[in-house]
């Protein structure tokens, strides 16, 4: 899961990454609006968190610009107490939450599990796909009811691939929304093929269907039909 988060006071954005961090996403961090603005033109993003008041421009216009390019990232305002109108204005437009500072660190990472949830999976913290069931809270897989033991990159990678089921995904996509956007600095994609094969294997071992299609040139299909 990758997390945007734009806000100007640096050491509340360094601390929000790093908790978020911790929980296991992958996060960027941004402290204006010009940058801000650039990320979310170039890459996407399971979650933005967006302070309104920026020194060189305003959050709303961010959001604006995330609907205008019809991304499919959840959206959750952070904001000064008195600012409810900004608030009022951020939901009508399409934010999807929002909280007002200052916020706890725990509440924050419910709020984007449950957009994130709400996005993906019509809000349920059970994601079933055939023989396949995820539990997002545990953060676990089974297969046949059978516990399927991954690493955090692997499970990453099979909610991006259930998310975009039956999609061709290009290396380039998975790496960029698993790994951040630091995958571009690397010189080829074949560790993204290794998690992948690693992934497919231990899915295979327990007895689920052959999802995971390489579509030769391109990247890979998450095939359920
Ligand atoms: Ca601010």
Redesign the pocket.
């Given at each position: 899961m990758k997390i945007l988060i734009v806000?100007?006071?640096v050491a509340l954005a360094e601390s929000i990454g790093e908790y978020l961090k911790d929980e296991g996403y992958v996060n960027e961090l941004v402290f204006d609006f010009q940058s801000a603005s650039e990320k979310i033109n170039t890459y996407s993003y399971d979650c933005v968190i967006v302070?309104?008041?920026?020194p060189d421009g305003n959050g709303l216009d961010l959001i604006r610009q995330l609907k205008k390019n019809r991304a499919a990232s959840g959206i959750i305002i952070i904001s000064?107490r008195n600012s409810l109108d900004d608030r009022i204005a951020g939901l009508d437009i399409g934010a999807d939450d929002y909280l007002v500072k200052p916020f706890n660190l725990p509440e924050l990472n419910a709020r984007i599990k449950s957009v994130i949830r709400r996005i993906n999976f019509s809000g349920s913290n059970e994601i079933v796909l055939n023989e396949i069931r995820i539990d997002t809270d545990a953060i676990q897989v089974f297969v046949h009811d059978e516990l399927v033991v991954l690493t955090k990159k692997e499970y990453d990678l099979l909610i991006f691939f259930i998310a975009n089921k039956n999609r061709v995904l290009s290396k380039e996509s998975i790496g960029e929304n698993v790994w951040g956007d630091y995958a571009d600095t690397l010189s080829s994609f074949d560790f993204i093929y290794t998690h992948i094969k690693n992934l497919r294997k231990k899915l295979l071992e327990k007895g689920a269907r052959d999802y995971l299609q390489n579509v030769y040139g391109v990247g890979y299909k998450f095939n359920t039909l």
């Open positions: 806000e100007d006071e302070d309104i008041n920026l000064a």
